[in-house]
């Protein structure tokens, strides 16, 4: 079936230096990847996304990048800030044969100061 | 910023007992989902509701579980009998559509004793 690998599963890095969390999926007819941050004990919250149709997106510190014919995506967050600790989620959306979001397993982040 | 309700915040029960989780989406929103996310994990969809209708319960334990949306708002999910293994946060997201991300609500944690 289809499927979402999120690697690492954990990262840690400096503050100010930059993180990245890739992803990959199974079903090329995915079209929407969707970022979300959980900090502890919190719901997810939407940070970025990116639809099939484009290649890079970014949002001030904080960029998306998709590569359709690997089928992979990826994260980018620069000048790392504590507050950026938390954990991230990636997902794919097929909205083709039936409507499914798939999440992958989650990534946390630890920014050191 | 508009916001997804859910209530209960807590939930303890014992095994075997009925439980009941209500959210109320964010107006507008057509589509709503029932998520279930274990700590550590990512969320899992239960199911998913495109005005009243279903879209997507393939992962909804329905010997025990059920949900419903009459009025194409409010939600409530039910879980009887509750077993021991679902213990996790129960969230509701909703979203204008399937490829747009979504706004979830704060979570139920669930605690089965």
């Known amino acids: 079936g289809e499927n979402v690998e999120q690697h690492p599963s954990t990262l840690s890095v400096q503050e100010g230096d930059s993180a990245v969390i890739k992803c990959t999926y199974s079903?090329?007819?995915?079209?929407?990847f969707p970022w979300y941050k959980q900090e502890l004990g919190k719901r997810p919250q939407l940070i970025i996304d990116?639809?099939?149709?484009?290649g890079e997106k970014k949002d001030q510190r904080i960029a998306v990048t998709l590569n359709k014919t690997a089928k992979h995506f990826s994260l980018h967050i620069t000048e790392t800030q504590p507050e950026d600790s938390a954990v991230y989620f990636c997902a794919a959306t097929t909205n083709t044969g039936g409507f499914k979001t798939i999440f992958g397993a989650g990534t946390r982040l630890f920014v050191k100061a | 910023e508009a916001e997804v309700a859910q209530s209960p915040r807590y939930k303890i029960t014992e095994k075997s007992q009925a439980v009941a989780f209500w959210c109320d989406p964010i107006s507008g929103h057509a589509t709503l989902y029932w998520y279930r996310q274990i700590l550590g994990q990512g969320p899992e969809l239960l199911v998913q509701?495109?005005?009243?209708?279903?879209?997507?319960d393939s992962q909804l334990p329905k010997d025990r579980f059920s949900a419903e949306r009459l009025k194409g708002v409010d939600s409530t999910l039910k879980i009887q009998p509750a077993e021991l293994g679902d213990s996790a946060m129960y969230l509701c997201?909703?979203?204008?559509?399937?490829?747009?991300?979504?706004?979830f609500g704060s979570g139920t944690r669930l605690t089965v004793v």
């Open positions: 079903d090329s007819a995915s079209n929407y």
């Open positions: 997201a909703s979203s204008f559509g399937v490829d747009y991300g979504y706004t």
């Open positions: 990116i639809r099939s149709n484009v």
């Open positions: 509701f495109q005005d009243e209708s279903v879209v997507d």
